[in-house]
Structure formats: structure tokens, C-alpha cells
């Protein structure tokens, strides 16, 4: 918070802390600490207010035995439940997961109604992740739906319709997100949202009303913290007409996904699932990180980093990743894909060694000595 109100400072950007709502198009107040309000007008506004876990009925988080995804952040970490179950596999479910499953003496169990932990990351990242999760005790409940859960003081009792039962010391639920819409009044300047409380918006991000912009988890996805900040900018400079600085690569979808898991998940362009849908003809390139030097010397064996590729024009299609450095060896396939590079570039790169990187040409010649099997 200190580095975040120094750089406001330093643009000179003034802060009214307070609970913000609209009293009509050209106007909010603001609620501070001692309950007065202050009013505030303006030209141009951006509501990025975020998110916050959703709530089921069927899930009732006390924020003791049964928590959500923020009120885990509150317990005592020298007094952590011995099991858990964490319903949710999606991004916050798995990172979470993962966190608690390397803790000694923490047994985890990953409950969610879909048939597949993060469903849009690439089938063999997905399996890797498994697998590394189940080697350190953690177990997998998919394809199940709650029917209730009991609060024990001692614990608590998940029952599913399949008729499964399951008990742990402790529940996370990590089942979507509710955007922080409710008291912004958008009412009373004719703002609608969804029953997540998210706001439509153009690709400018602006609101029904233009001079309305919003931002961020508060609109849907993709939701992450990267993206988030880049609409908020391309929102700035499309509220002043600063024309030259609302080119993105967001809008042609070229950013990255990092997944804060054990080990990291990182990912940009399509997956194989995604080219196998659209009938795309598409070949692979492997690098495992047992095969570099910095695997080896810094013992993460497991990793894996995989480039998809046009078998004719050998462009790059996608690059998925897990391991120690996956959100940072990343950016060097975004930036490939962003200049249209084709695998060839990675074959005949020279990257420092020992590094992670060098990943990237050892999966192009993998990748390149398969196509030429294949076609002999």
C-alpha cells in the first residue's frame, strides 16, 4: 500500500479513502472512516472496484472451520487444520491446493463438480500438476456436486449427491467470484449488471453512459491482476483521447496466464484442446526440465515446457509451461508470438546456460526433429 500511494503522490493523483456511490451521472460520494460523506464531481469516471468470493447457501463459511478465499487469509498459519477440503478447481482452488498439500503433515482433498481441475490450461500441464500434487499425498473428488455440508465442532461433513460422504478438520470454498457492485448505487445513473454484479462494458470500457468507464474483475474475465491494470489504462487514455496509447495486445488476446500452484502454471495462445476443436492441423515440441542443466542443478526435474506450432508455416501457435520460473520464462513466448516468430527463431537462438530458457530451444529442436520423422 505504501509503494502503490506513493506512486498516486507522485502523479499527483489525490486519495479519498471511503466507501464510493454514484448520486447521479456527474456525481459520487464518498463514506470515510467517520461516517461523513464527501461529495465529488466529475467529467469522466472508472469503476474498478474488484471482487470477492461468492457465497453458496449450501456452503456456510463461518471464516473459522469453513472459510472462503479471503477469510483463510485471517486464520492463525501456526494453527492450521490437519485436512482440508477445498471446493473449487479452478485458479484460486488450485493455488490454495497446492499451497496447503506441500505443508507437513496436511492432508488435502480437491472437490468440484467439473470433470477436470483447470479446465482451460493445456490436458498435459493439467496432468503434470496432478500428478506432482498426488506424489505429496493430495486426492482429486471431481464430478461431484454438494448436497450439504454439516458444521461439527470438530469439523465438518460433506455430503454429495452421488451419495458420497467425506470429513475434514476444515472446508475452503473456492466457487467463483462476486464483483463489488452492490454499493455503487449504479442505479441511479441507469447502470445495469449481471447477478455477479459485473458491468458491461465496449472496448473502449466505457459504460452505457461514455463518460462511465469501468475495469477490471469488475467486468468478467479474463480477471487477472495483468489484465486488469492494462484496461485501466487503455480506460485513461481513451478518456482523454490519448488515441497513439489505446493500441493493446490484449485486445488480440496475446497475454499470459500465471498460475500461483506448486509447481507454477503458465500459459499463452491456444492449447491443444483448443486446436483439436477447431480442426487446426498443429505439431509439438517438448522440453522437459530434467534435460537442462538448470533443472538439474536446481532440482526441478518435473517441469515441463511445450510449444505448439504450425507444421507448414512453422509459426507459433501456443506456449504452455510448469515449473520453478513457468510465470517468468513465459514472456520470452509472448514476445515470440506478439512478432509473429516462427519455431525456427528458438532453433537458432543462443540463450545463456545454464538458464531455464534454453527450454525454449531445446522444445523447438524436439518440436522440429519430430515434424521431419513425421514427413519421412
Known sequence: ??????????????LVPGLARFENENEVSVEGDDGQPTRLRGKKFLVACGTRPAHSPLVP?????ILDSDQILNHDTTKLPKSWIVVGAGVIGMEYASMLN??????????DGRAEI?????DEIVSSLKMEMRHKGARFLLGESIKSVEHFKNGVKVEFNSGKAMFAEALLYCVGRQANTDGLNLEAVGLSKNHRGLITVNEQ???SHPHIYAAGDCIGA???ASTSMEQGRLAACDMWSDKDQTTSQLESGNYPYGIYTIPEISMVGKTEQQLTKEGANYAVGLAKFSELAKGQMSGDIEGILKLLFDPVSLQLLGVHAIGHGATEIIHIGQVAMAMNCKITYF?????NYPTLAEGYRVAALNGLGRLTKEQN
Open 102 to 111: 506441500v505443508l507437513p503433515g496436511i492432508n488435502v482433498t480437491v472437490v
Open 222 to 224: 479474463p480477471s487477472l
Open 205 to 207: 470500457y466505457q459504460t
Open 118 to 122: 483447470l479446465s482451460f490450461c493445456d
Open 347 to 351: 532453433r537458432d537462438a543462443v540463450f
Open 1 to 14: 500500500m505504501d509503494v502503490i500511494q506513493a506512486q498516486l503522490k507522485a502523479a499527483r493523483v489525490d
Open 61 to 65: 463459511c463461518d471464516g473459522k472451520i
